[in-house]
């Protein structure tokens, strides 16, 4: 992998960042040589990347409850004094099915973890940022933030909400110094995609080859793309070489122009 030495000693935090592509985003900063924190609900994903990584530091919380997120910002303080990048990378799936088949619970569930958990570790990390070494915000948007995607109404308009957001706080922040970007990934190969697949499959009633072979072959490129494709992409937004790529949508999906 390549190195960029702004990234030395860089404290980071990645939320979600014990498993999946949060994981990966966090294999790959620390292989970068920055200082890594992790936040995640679930402890056992926190134990095994704490064996994995020892250097991280795994800390339990939930991004979408205020107290959790003040709690975190106060030990990241005690570990770090301090931090440069923030990856809100937290995201739930949410429900699949035709809107009037959705619960209001489902619909402010994935609202609460996709964009207001990311609206409170920004509104907490930027007085941080401030103070830190050429800092920035990436956010976790999805192809699903720039296109329609039927049966999963409540995850793309949390992934919309993620791009706007995004372009206006780069607007806020950016004479501040502080770079803010989104992501936005195609299907990733893994466990939540095969998930997505398999609640798809039945809430259409179709065998579940025929919608994973729609998956694939909705990328120009006929592949789903790996969480190495995503956190290679975070982690340059975050080098100094990306020094001047400010309040962009980067699509990381093979060219999908519609989602099944
Ligand atoms: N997997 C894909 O195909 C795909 C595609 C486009 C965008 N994304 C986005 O990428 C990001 C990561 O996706 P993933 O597939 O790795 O997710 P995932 O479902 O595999 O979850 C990764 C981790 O998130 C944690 N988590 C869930 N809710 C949380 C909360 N409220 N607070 C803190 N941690 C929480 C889980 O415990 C898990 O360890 C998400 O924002 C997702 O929407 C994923």
New binding site residues.
Partial sequence: MWKDESLVGKRVLV??G?????LEITRGFVEGGARVAV????GT?LERVAAELPGVVALR????KEDDVGALFQAIDAGFGGLDVLVN?????GPTGGVETLTLADWERTLA??IT?QFLCARAAVPRLRKGRSPSIVN?????GHLGMPGRSA?SAS?WAVVGFTKSLALELGPDGIRVNTVL????D????RA?IAAKAESLGKPLEEVTRDYTSQAALGRMATMRD?ANMVRFLCCDQAANVHGQEMVVDGLTQALS
């Fill in positions: 939320t979600a014990a498993d999946g592509i949060g936040c995640d609900v679930s994903s919380a939930d991004v979408s990378n937290a995201g739930v799936a973890v996709n958990g976790l948007s999805s192809a699903a995850y992934k990934p195609g299907a990733v893994g466990p939540r995609i997505v995503i």
